[in-house]
């Protein structure tokens, strides 16, 4: 018999807090995010490339995220990778950590008759550090500003990366 004003209460309870949180403004975050941007990579050698680059993000949490990235490191250096971030301020600064490929375009090789050149996709790991800043309507649009690097590894010159200069708009939804 007990079990029953205890059953009320809970209830009770629940229906409450939900009353408060819905006249307390508050604003359940968006799960999805869509963004493309511009990005201006220096080649470690110095050289410079605009790029493009498009982002899918996935919210797992307040705090984590994971996400799909595609873009080209100028016109010659596509990329691909799948990324985690970390949001210590919960969606404001971000740090991510990223794997994938890129596509690096050499010369014609000395010992082949071949006059085209070559080109080879390389594995990369991509550190990230950034911050995701909610413009215009409270949680939809938002600025990324990010600076990442595009490491390779198992490359035979491993002292070859890319650092990113990025900013792209974004969507949540």
């Not at 309870?13 to 201006?40: D, H, R, V, W």
């Not at 949490?61 to 080209?72: A, K, Q, R």
């Not at 082949?112 to 309507?137: A, N, R, T, Y």
Request: hydrophobic letters at 45%.
């Amino acid at each position: 018999m007990k079990a029953k004003p205890c059953l009320f209460l809970l209830i009770f309870m629940l229906i409450g807090t939900e009353c408060l949180f819905a006249q307390s403004g508050y604003i359940k975050p968006k799960k999805n995010l869509i963004a493309g941007g511009i990005n201006i990579s220096i080649f470690s050698v110095g050289t410079i490339f605009p790029g493009l680059s498009l982002e899918y993000e996935r919210l797992l949490n307040d705090y984590f995220t994971i996400g799909l990235d595609i873009g080209t490191n100028g016109v010659i250096f596509p990329y691909i990778e799948i990324k985690g971030r970390w949001y210590p301020l919960s969606e404001i600064l971000f740090f991510g950590l990223g794997a994938g490929t890129v596509g690096v375009w050499g010369g014609p090789r000395l010992d082949s008759d071949d006059d085209d050149g070559w080109f080879k996709f390389h594995p990369i790991i991509c550190p990230e550090f950034g911050f995701k800043i909610d413009i215009g309507k409270r949680n939809r649009w938002v600025l990324i500003p990010s600076i990442s690097a595009r490491i390779p590894f198992l490359h035979p010159l491993t002292s070859e990366f890319f650092l990113d200069f990025c900013i792209k708009a974004g969507y949540k939804f």
